[in-house]
């Protein structure tokens, strides 16, 4: 069974997605302001961010679900699951293009860097280390 955001069929769809794109660069910067503030690492949000995500899936089910169950909960978790892992397959599909893109951002940094030591006085050393 594919789920309505997998293949848009109309307007309702488009819009959904753009809302989507919009919520989560949001939601995705906040928390990259949080993670610079408190100094914590990418690999520690996104063990945060999931068990958030876990979380509120629970409480979405009890909510919105008129006679939420034991068994129901763990149906829809099940689903969570296969959710998950769509989306990690998904993100494996394009793991040599966000590796690619990772580098050159890396590489840019890396240069704008350079460039800023030049202007302080720093990195005038020749290759071999002296200054110049």
């Not at 069974?1 to 309702?12: K, L, Q």
């Not at 129901?72 to 829809?76: E, N, P």
């Given at each position: 069974?594919?789920?309505?955001?997998?293949?848009?069929?109309?307007?309702?769809d488009d819009?959904?997605?753009a809302a989507f794109d919009q919520h989560r660069a949001a939601l995705y910067d906040m928390l990259m302001e949080y993670a610079d503030e408190h100094d914590l690492s990418d690999s520690f949000m996104a063990v945060l961010a999931s068990d958030i995500g876990l979380s509120l899936r629970m409480?979405?089910?009890a909510?919105?679900?008129e006679k939420p169950s034991v068994g129901?909960?763990?149906?829809?978790l099940d689903r969570?699951?296969?959710e998950l892992g769509d989306s990690v397959r998904d993100a494996k599909k394009y793991a040599a293009e966000f590796i690619a893109e990772a580098k050159a951002a890396q590489e840019a940094e890396g240069e704008e860097d350079d460039e800023e030591g030049e202007e302080d006085g720093e990195g005038a050393d020749d290759k071999a280390?002296?200054?110049s």
């Open positions: 069974m594919a789920d309505s955001y997998d293949e848009p069929e109309n307007d309702a819009g959904y997605d409480v979405a089910y909510s919105e679900t129901g909960l763990r149906l829809d969570y699951a296969r280390g002296r200054p």
